[in-house]
């Protein structure tokens, strides 16, 4: 299947009437983030796999044969988290095709059910990045901030503003120059046009703090772009120590990760770390987030809170960032703890 051509991935059936709701759906694309496209053609390729070697009819998809797919990829070893994706995304392809969703069958519950719960016997845990906290950027800060290094100021700037305003890795890539404005008292306010979680006219505004404006302004000024409205505020630098001012692409996925890993051998390579699912060995995109999760949930900020600066729709997904910090808060270790031995 195509990437570079989705709606010769997506029209598999011979109905016309499927192919035509089909084409509809490839028209109105925009309407989901690339991320969720991507994920979306990837599940088709695999699942079309699979049906092919297996004779079973990918689109549309009976219950029965999605429960088969869901089990195999259980076998395979893929986590129960990345199996309920397949399903989802399945179940939205169908959806959008005007067909039944093969996941609303009870079989289909009781094999997620199962899978799940298999899962979690066995050990299962739900992977979580390397939390990067707030004394980590001023560890990074003492390091960096006298850098005659381009490299190394910009991405100082960039952890401070990731840290600070707790946007996605995407979402700081897309940042320009004309996206900054200045409060009264001199601090950076900064215009989010969208993010993963909210997409509507009146966009996101983050500030940021004293030292993280510092920092910005400063790069934008040593780099030039403060002279270029249109550029990406995180433009490449080249090896001639040399912003380059790129105003059509921000810099890959890749290239915003390669940040944290510099970091990572800078300030953190020093911390025991136990491997989480065999991925999480350092600092990676979404370390900042998570670590300002929890040094806010450390100060007593309330749930809410954090979800508003994180942009978190779900409660349980900062719970399960912040589930350590308040480990002995909880009512009954007080209970006990008022009858001590």
Not at 2 to 7: G, L, S, T
Not at 44 to 65: D, H, Q, V, Y
Request: one cysteine or more.
């Amino acid at each position: 299947m195509n990437k570079k051509h989705p709606a010769s991935a997506l029209t598999l059936s011979a109905d016309g009437d499927i192919a035509h709701r089909l084409r509809e759906f490839v028209q109105d694309r925009e309407a989901f983030s690339e991320n969720t496209w991507r994920q979306l053609l990837s599940v088709m390729r695999i699942c079309a796999k699979w049906a092919e070697e297996n004779g079973r009819t990918f689109l549309p998809m009976s219950s029965t044969c999605l429960r088969d797919y869901l089990l195999y990829l259980q076998a395979s070893g893929r986590a129960s988290s990345t199996i309920s994706t397949h399903a989802a995304l399945i179940s939205m392809l169908h959806r959008n095709a005007g067909l039944v969703p093969p996941n609303r069958s009870p079989q289909v519950f009781r094999a997620v059910k199962k899978i799940n719960r298999t899962a979690v016997i066995a050990g299962e845990r739900t992977g979580q990045a390397v939390p990067f906290r707030l004394g980590d950027l001023l560890s990074l800060d003492a390091r960096w901030s006298d850098s005659e290094r381009l490299q190394e100021l910009r991405d100082l700037t960039f952890l401070h503003v990731a840290y600070a305003t707790l946007l996605r890795v995407s979402e700081l890539g897309r940042l320009r120059v004309r996206d900054i404005s200045r409060a009264p008292d001199g601090r950076i306010v900064l215009d989010v046009a969208w993010t993963k979680t909210i997409v509507m006219t009146g966009g996101l505004i983050k500030g940021l703090g004293d030292l993280s404006s510092q920092r910005l302004t400063e790069w934008l000024t040593v780099s030039g772009l403060i002279a270029e409205p249109d550029a990406f505020i995180f433009s490449p630098v080249h090896r001639t120590n040399r912003a380059r001012v790129e105003a059509k692409r921000p810099l890959s996925t890749r290239a915003l990760e390669d940040i944290f890993a510099r970091a990572w051998q800078v300030a953190g390579a020093g911390q025991d770390m136990k491997p989480n699912k065999n991925r999480y060995r350092g600092w990676s995109g979404h370390s900042t987030r998570v670590g300002a999760a929890i040094d806010m949930a450390t100060k007593k900020y309330s749930t809410a809170q954090i979800m508003q600066e994180g942009t978190w729709k779900k409660a349980e997904t900062v719970m399960r960032y912040i589930r350590h910090v308040d480990a002995h808060a909880g009512a009954m270790v007080d209970l006990m703890g008022q009858h001590k031995v």
